[in-house]
Nanobody
């Protein structure tokens, strides 16, 4: 079964950095726009960032713009989310998702494939 696989989560103090990765193999990776979403305890899952299939455009939710950077390596079928200046409110399970020829939308329903998530915990 084709499914994105996240890795790289962990625990960090506020102000620190983490990079999470997502491998989406077994597909034509370069045809997929990739997104990162997150779900904090007791809250709904929300959009974090997206990068179009060719890497030409990136999108961020306001709360992470300037702190997080999404990038991709099509040769390795991998998308990355570099998270700097982390805050306790960034604590969540981070999910990778794939949208075939997508536009970089924040709408979760447009993404066909989802990973199982990786935990990111930021302590104060």
């Amino acid at each position: 079964q084709v499914q994105p696989a996240e890795s790289g989560g962990g625990s960090v103090r506020a102000g620190g950095s983490l990079r999470v990765s997502c491998v989406f193999s077994g597909t034509t990776f370069r045809a997929y726009t990739m997104g990162w979403f997150r779900q904090a305890p007791g809250k709904e899952r929300e959009f974090v960032a997206a990068i179009t299939w060719n890497g030409g455009e990136t999108y961020y939710t306001d709360s992470v713009r300037g702190r997080f950077t999404i990038s991709r390596d099509n040769g390795k079928s991998t998308v990355f989310l570099q998270m700097n200046s982390l805050k306790p409110e960034d604590t969540a399970v981070y999910y990778c998702a794939a949208d075939f020829w997508g536009t970089g939308t924040s709408s979760q329903g447009e993404y066909e494939y989802w990973g199982q998530g990786t935990q990111v915990t930021v302590s104060s």
